[in-house]
């Protein structure tokens, strides 16, 4: 079927240092593609998002790239502080539907 | 309201029990969605609910899951004869009307459920 791969699964990086969370859809329509953080126990939240017709978004130190020939999106976070870690899903919208990946376990060492 | 409110926030109940789970969607958003997410893993797609059409209930695992939605606003998820595979903590989400997967969610709280 048509989901969202996302890569890697865990990632663990040293403050201060970058990060970068890579999702690859398989349906050339998707047209919208959010990015959610949830911190333990705590609800899903929508930090960014970006539509198919610009290449990249910047919100302070969060950024999302959209590859449409490649089919694939990623999520750029730098200057990374404890505050940071947390699981990160990306989503596409698919057949009229919105298909999540699996997502990724951020640890920010201090 | 401000937010999706979900209720309650932790259910334990025994095994064989029903159960249902409320979610109140911020106002004013006619999509509504229904999902499981695992002790540690990611977001399980349960229902979608959309104005009057007829729901989308692709995701429910059983006929034992069953929901509703009243009036287009409060919805209720309802778990018959509850099994332990089904601990779990139930999340709800609603967006603004749209087609569909073309705006982002606002999840609630969730509702942490444990069959013992």
């Known amino acids: 079927g048509e989901n969202v791969e996302q890569h890697p699964s865990t990632l663990s990086v040293q403050e201060g240092d970058s990060a970068v969370i890579k999702c690859t859809y398989s349906d050339s329509a998707s047209n919208y593609f959010p990015w959610y953080k949830q911190e333990l126990g705590k609800r899903p939240q929508l930090i960014i998002d970006i539509r198919s017709n610009v290449g990249e978004k910047k919100d302070q130190r969060i950024a999302v790239t959209l590859n449409k020939t490649a089919k694939h999106f990623s999520l750029h976070i730098t200057e990374t502080q404890p505050e940071d870690s947390a699981v990160y899903f990306c989503?596409?919208?698919?057949?009229?539907?919105?298909?999540f990946g699996a997502g990724t376990r951020l640890s920010v060492k201090p | 309201g401000a937010g999706v409110s979900q209720s309650p926030s932790n259910k334990v109940t025994e095994k064989g029990k029903d159960v249902e789970l409320r979610c109140d969607p911020i106002?004013?958003?006619?999509?509504l969605y229904w999902y499981r997410q695992s002790l540690g893993q990611g977001l399980e797609f349960l229902i979608y609910f959309q104005g009057n059409s007829a729901p989308d209930k692709s995701g429910l695992p059983s006929d034992r899951f069953s929901a509703e939605r009243t009036g287009g606003s409060v919805s209720t998820l309802t778990i018959q004869r509850t099994q332990q595979e089904d601990s779990a903590v139930y999340l709800c989400?609603?967006?603004?009307?749209?087609?569909?997967?073309?705006?982002?969610?606002?999840f609630g709280s969730g509702t942490r459920l444990t069959v013992v």
């Open positions: 106002s004013g958003h006619t999509a």
């Open positions: 989503a596409a919208s698919i057949n009229n539907d919105m298909r």
């Open positions: 989400a609603s967006s603004l009307q749209a087609p569909r997967g073309t705006h982002g969610y606002t």
